[in-house]
């Protein structure tokens, strides 16, 4: 993308358009590694679970027991493990607040951000500790937001779709 900006840039065949101007913007951001990682990181969690389910295959059975998976893996990069221990997924409110702080999650420098992730970190040149706090807490709002909307249309409202699982072969046992 870097050399694609710069062949064209300053140039007649410069593209005019808002697309550009926001990738020419991004490839100055000097974390755009360390947040393509996680974005990799956290679309490989989600993905898995997309891919197992896009078969003709009849797979109701399995997709209570995944999603549970899924919501539990992207859980526990962030929100507190005495709150995932005691309370349901279900029932978790990663958006719930007590003043200014997140009553559920841990902090932003705790978070489990993945080993490419942090390894991209290393790699960025000059970044304060304070940008990277604040890259911190937006890969944390990024988790919030992704677990919120999966709750948010969740499979745990349909009580057919835990019922279904007394088919799972591996529950039959």
């Known amino acids: 993308m870097k050399r694609n900006v710069e062949s064209v840039e300053g140039t007649a065949d ?32 989600v993905e898995s ?25 992207l859980m526990q990069r962030f929100v507190k493990v005495e709150v995932l221990e005691s309370t349901p997924l279900q029932k978790i409110d990663v958006l719930k607040k007590s003043g200014d702080l997140y009553v559920n999650l841990l902090s932003a420098k705790d978070i489990d951000l993945g ?10 040149k000059k970044v304060s500790d304070l ?11 990024c988790l919030m937001f992704v677990v919120a909307k999966l709750t948010e249309k969740c499979l745990f409202k349909y009580p057919l779709t835990q ?5 799972n072969p591996e529950q039959i046992v």
């Open 131 to 141: 940008e990277l706090l604040r890259f911190c807490q937006k890969c944390r709002t």
């Open 14 to 45: 410069e593209p005019t358009n808002a697309n550009f101007r926001t990738v020419k913007e991004a490839l100055k951001d000097k974390l755009l590694p360390a947040k393509l990682a996680f974005f990799q990181s956290v679309a490989e969690d």
């Open 49 to 73: 679970f997309l891919r197992e389910f896009q078969s003709e295959a009849p797979l109701a059975p399995f997709l209570y027991g995944s999603h549970v998976k899924l919501l539990k893996t």
């Open 163 to 167: 019922a279904l699982t007394f088919l």
């Open 115 to 124: 080993i490419v992730t942090r390894a991209a970190l290393r790699k960025c």
